[in-house]
């Protein structure tokens, strides 16, 4: 850390591509077009229709595209608008109405959110007075920044909120720190991101009551088996995988962007940093105005159902973001100007492309028919119950790849595996309940979860780092499952 360097600098983002890097931008383009040819020339698949053939060529396509990143995202997405409806994957009506899909909303009120609390200082002041706690290397803040992703899913209800609470936090925590992540041998700014992502939606797993589409998961499993899950059952059996799959990936993480030798387990002298804490004084009214507001977000998001109890009436998670964004807007009560704002313009644009090809897989029924033919083939009928569960798991895990939403996930798979299950005469809740555990195993590509967007606007990583850090944790996870399978969920009659 550079100690001549002033904190309120601006951190600047510059991406040096390696030479492989560099080959896989060259080549990515017509790799891209060849995708898209062979598909389109291929005869449509018996049971998928045309529309579904066209959807898949394109998603590939951009696929290809994000991951080489031969063209720009935002170029990519406003490409897959256009293609959608030009293939007859989409009508032009689907395509654009992507721009009112929540995600674009509530991405767009994070940022004013984050914009806020930047220029009230009080995200700084909470930087700062974790660092000077609890902050003594780098390591020791990565470790506390993954403690907290854990502890707030028990009370906030949404991966994105939780997201959209944390993702000012890490940004101060990488200006605090005066990192140079022009530097490609520093890596903490990228450790802190992909960990801001994975935390997040991997915390997930341990609380049923983290995201609506786990609690859609133990309706099925009631309506469908008769077994009702309640909030200590799922605790019991998924909170040890997912601490254990945290601790895997703080390691796994420090193998593939290992800090410099001089600053992975160096002493961080904390008294400039108490300094910084010191020169802010007492809280500002900025300050006092924006954790005003946040608390009032944050009380709105925990309570999420409870509204109607206490209030007589529920806003939704995007309109309590938006309600929150135009709090910073108003006069008297707010502290934002329109041009203090600082909105990522082009991730919107990308998480416009992003959704529009990932839900035209699910429209077309390119999703659905993956799925069955992934099931049909692989002769279920003749396994062993670990096997089954193996792969039952894996796929509930990987399946994020073919749907972008976690309900619609859910929807699918959940009452698949319970016929699967009783189909091979196993205990229907001893796959489904650990199937649900990775609805929100969705940490490998920006597209595929709201929380991967907020983080990637950072610029701190590529698709490819996020797709590599991310599968590698995943099939650890999976293999702590099967683990499981064998000797926890066994002592919890699970299994």
Known sequence: MEGDMEMESPVKVTKQKSPFEQK??????????IIFALIYLMPTPEGLSYAGKMAMGIFLSALTLWITESLPNYAVSLLVIVALPLSGAWSEEQAMSVLGYEVIWLT??????????????????????????????????????IATNFLIAF????????????????????EAFELSIQDPKNNFGKSLALHG????????????TATSSQILAISFIKDLTGHEVSWLEWFMASAPVTIATLVAMFFIGKVLFPL???EKNKK??????????????KMSLDEKKALVIFLGTLSLWALDSLQLKFFGFRLSLVMVALLSAAMFFMPYIGILKWKEAKISWNLLIFACGAYAGGVALDETGLAAWGLNKIFSRIGIENMSFIVLFAV?????SFSHFLFTSKTVRTIILIPTIIGIAKATGYDPVALALPAAFCIADTITLPPH???????????????????????????????LMVVAALTWFKILGIA
């Open 197 to 208: 992502i994975q935390a997040n939606n991997l915390s997930t797993a341990a609380i049923v």
């Open 24 to 33: 896989m931008k060259f080549f990515g383009l017509p790799l891209a077009f």
């Open 155 to 174: 009370i906030v209800p949404s991966t994105t909120a939780r997201a959209a609470m944390m993702f000012p936090i890490v940004l101060l925590v990488v």
């Open 449 to 479: 979860s709201k929380v991967n967007l907020i983080y990637y606007g950072t610029g701190f990583f590529t698709v490819l780092e996020q797709l590599t850090y991310g599968v590698l944790v995943l099939l650890v996870k999976w293999g």
């Open 108 to 145: 767009f009120a994070a940022f004013i959110i984050a914009s806020g609390m930047e220029k009230s200082g009080l995200a700084k002041r909470m930087a700062l007075s974790l660092l000077v706690k609890f902050g003594k290397t780098a390591n020791s803040i990565m470790a506390l920044l």
């Open 260 to 262: 410099p030798k001089s």
């Open 392 to 396: 039952v798991t894996f796929i509930a």
């Open 268 to 281: 961080i002298d904390i008294s400039r940093l108490r300094e910084e804490k010191d020169k802010l004084g």
